[in-house]
């Protein structure tokens, strides 16, 4: 299994600021998805980080709101831009090595429980 | 489309005796199920999975979950529940038609375990 180590933990942020979360595993992983999980919610998939090219956001999610980089395959980050209370939620990093193999199952980092003021 | 449903917000179960969490799931393809668990400020810790064979999987700490075709369904179970087992369930599927990178997850039920 790997090991994801996800910072910050949690913050608080004015409003109208960014926040940028890192997601560091501690081996080369073929994908890596960034989640939210808004308070008492389930987990939904804001985009998929892709090695060397533009993350695939799922529909709600633009890049303008969510820039994410992912320089190689074992490091992504996730920002928050322009923040507004309605962004308060945790947000996840996930990773699957999967090569192929859709039964591989993920792996979650910590979560960083982001509020905005 | 890919679905999962857990129908119950929160399961309540004394401590020693045998807990159930329900999900069902509506997939085009075979379904790719997996159960994770979600600790008070923690992320999300797999606990096991259906791909194919038996239909009751075993997993961690003493989880097992049944696979009924039929039924549509993956409930997670525990033959003793623990205090410490108070936590955020999720079931997920992957469709397996569609071998596709994504998770649907479901609502989450809250386990409570008191002693």
């Known amino acids: 299994s790997a090991v994801i180590s996800q910072k910050p933990s949690r913050d608080i942020c004015q409003r109208g600021t960014s926040l940028t979360i890192q997601c560091q595993v501690d081996?080369?992983?073929?994908?890596m998805f960034w989640y939210r999980q808004q308070p008492g919610q389930s987990l939904t998939l804001i985009a998929t980080a892709n090695q060397g090219s533009e993350a695939t956001y799922e529909s709600g999610f633009v890049i303008d709101k969510f820039p994410i980089s992912r320089p190689n395959l074992t490091f992504s980050t996730l920002t928050v831009s322009n923040m507004s209370p309605e962004d308060s939620s945790i947000y996840l990093c996930?990773?699957?090595?999967?090569?192929?193999?859709?039964?591989?199952?993920?792996?979650f980092g910590q979560g960083t429980r982001l509020t905005v003021v | 489309a890919q679905s999962v449903a857990q129908p119950e917000d929160q399961v309540n179960v004394a401590e020693g005796n045998p807990l159930t969490v329900k999900c069902t799931y509506s997939?085009?393809?075979?379904?790719?199920l997996f159960w994770y668990v979600q600790y008070p400020n923690r992320g999300l810790q797999f606990l096991l999975k259906y791909i194919t064979g038996d239909n009751l999987v075993k997993g961690s700490y003493g989880f097992e979950a049944e696979f009924n075709k039929s039924q549509t369904s993956f409930h997670l179970k525990k033959p003793s529940a623990l205090v410490s087992d108070s936590a955020l369930y999720f079931c997920?599927?992957?469709?397996?038609?569609?071998?596709?990178?994504?998770?649907?997850f479901g609502t989450g039920t809250r386990l409570q375990v008191f002693p």
């Open positions: 081996s080369q992983v073929t994908m």
């Open positions: 996930s990773v699957e090595d999967w090569g192929g193999d859709v039964g591989t199952e993920a792996f």
């Open positions: 997939v085009s393809g075979n379904p790719y």
């Open positions: 997920a599927v992957r469709d397996a038609l569609y071998n596709t990178d994504k998770l649907i």
